[in-house]
């Protein structure tokens, strides 16, 4: 019953967010979407910032769980990093709180979720930092500073991301995925 009360709360703040924007949408708008009252919202959360975050942290799940689900199907080292990738661009580029609500209050939300941030980017760049060392000790890899590596593609993914977030993207992710794996990989092989 209270995780059900907290999930209808996300739901309805979702909805609201995707509707209005973060910063327009009110806690009494949340409450009234969940049919609860404006306390029980602060029962479970301290603040709208408090429920953007949790809502980052369920999105977020979905994605990892996305991208897990995805790489376990592979059996190659370069297919598990093609995947990694190619759900990652996939999965925050459909997803309407990644795509939607960040880009209606780009500043703002990506000033809130800044801690929360540096959290996602620390677990993405350990799994493609295992996924590099991985492929250095099959030898399909050529030996660099894995960690390095690991940012650098990181870092291109985030880039991809935050020019969706702007609305500045000119190509869809499809449409550049092979030349940005044939850049990586010809760049990582060995040969």
Do not use: C, W
Request: proline share 1%; charged share 25%; net charge neutral.
């Amino acid at each position: 019953m209270i995780e059900d009360k907290r999930e209808r709360i996300l739901d309805a703040a979702f909805d609201k967010f995707k509707q209005y924007g973060f910063v327009k949408t009110t806690v009494d708008e949340i409450a009234r979407q969940a049919q609860v009252g404006k306390g029980t919202i602060y029962f479970y959360f301290k603040s709208k910032e408090a429920i953007l975050l949790a809502l980052v942290d369920r999105e977020m799940a979905k994605g990892y769980a996305e991208i897990a689900t995805a790489v376990a199907k592979e059996r190659e080292t370069v297919d598990k990093l093609k995947r990694v990738i190619q759900v990652s661009f996939d999965f925050f580029h459909k997803n309407a709180l990644t795509s939607k609500v960040m880009a209606m209050d780009q500043g703002l939300v990506l000033a809130l979720i800044t801690d929360k941030n540096k959290e996602i980017q620390q677990l993405s760049i350990a799994v493609i930092k295992a996924l590099v060392e991985q492929g250095q000790q099959e030898g399909v890899f050529q030996e660099m500073d894995s960690q390095q590596v690991a940012y650098i593609i990181d870092s291109l993914i985030r880039s991809f991301h935050y020019l969706h977030y702007l609305g500045l993207d000119i190509y869809k992710p499809d449409a550049i995925l092979d030349s940005l794996f044939g850049l990586l990989f010809s760049g990582l092989g060995k040969g």
